[in-house]
């Protein structure tokens, strides 16, 4: 932060467990470079009223930069306190659970999770510090969530390319872009399995290294720069129902990814290295796997209508979009995924 000439006071949103793994590392890194600091605790949502309360509370201690450490969340809600402040912001994932940390953009939802809106900045942030010894402590779920979230990127990005659409900063994408989509696919094929099997015994292997890399930088400047298509706006409508709430952001991603992959009636082969890397490092493929083992019609139909809602990533597919056609191949992917549990003798959760 010295470095690139940021000053203090500081404002620190972190979660709880930011809070336990780091607070003697800022204590003495931010000690030694002379930055006084203060730290809010998150309240759990990136919520509107998240966002205004840390803002208040940035304004009365008249802090000059806003830290974000812990999960995505977290760092949406420092994201948006410091856009809306107009203040430089550092981001510090202790997770490796999305691809938010690298993006310029929030995600906002109600006080109860479902939803609410894209919030779009004019820059990214100035500084994301990863620290794979603190990613390696964290909970393999969220890791996994991780995954998923990178899992979508690869495929929206090729076809935001493929269909000329434009990129999340309203610019064309970029060969450079695209690649970087690609090498984060390839590094999850490769790297995943192994890179849950060192976080499980908390050591930063370099396949670590190299899923983290994938999951927070490649797959942020990969949508960020190509796009995104129906994968992320099925994601949003899953958190249309209740049901879905207690479930990550990446997890129902990597439902959406299956729901895309059906919509664009994609080769088996591809399907199947798909479901066949779920399966391994544990991401959903069955509606059940995100809490909706009964699938009522209403509830179908509610998040079919989210998924096309208007402004919706999914009109970055290269064909019209109902909300019918979304309904059906939500069905579709869910029994493509029971399919596969049952022919490898996998017992269905939940
Ligand atoms: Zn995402």
Known sequence: MATLGLTGPVLIVAGNSAIRLLSETWRRSLGEAGFAWQVCRFGGECSIAEIEGVKRQAREQGVRVIVGAGGGKVLDTARAVAADLDLPVVNCPTVASSDAPCSALSVVYTG??????????????????????????????????????????????????????????????????????????????????????????????????????????????????????AAHAVHNGLTAVAQTHPYFHGEKVAYGVLVQLVLEKKPQSVVEEVLDFATRVGLPTTLAAIGLAEMRDDMLNRIAARSTAEGETIYNEPFPVEPRMVAEAIRAADALGREWQRRHGILAAG
Not at 154 to 181: I, P, Q
Not at 196 to 220: D, F, H, I, K, W
């Open 112 to 229: 109860d999770g479902a939803f609410l809106e894209y919030r779009i900045y004019g820059k990214n942030p100035d500084l994301v510090l990863v620290d794979t010894q603190i990613i390696a402590q964290s909970p393999p779920r969220l890791l996994v969530a991780g995954m998923g979230d990178a899992l979508a990127t690869w495929f929206e990005a090729k076809t935001c390319v493929e269909g000329h659409v434009r990129n999340m900063r309203g610019g064309g994408s970029s060969e450079s872009a695209l690649a970087l989509a690609e090498l984060c696919y390839r590094i999850l094929m490769r790297d995943g399995v192994d890179a849950l099997a060192a976080l499980r015994n908390r050591s930063p292997t370099p396949a670590l290294e190299r899923l983290v890399e994938a999951n927070t930088l490649l797959s942020g400047l990969g949508f960020e720069s190509s796009g995104l298509a």
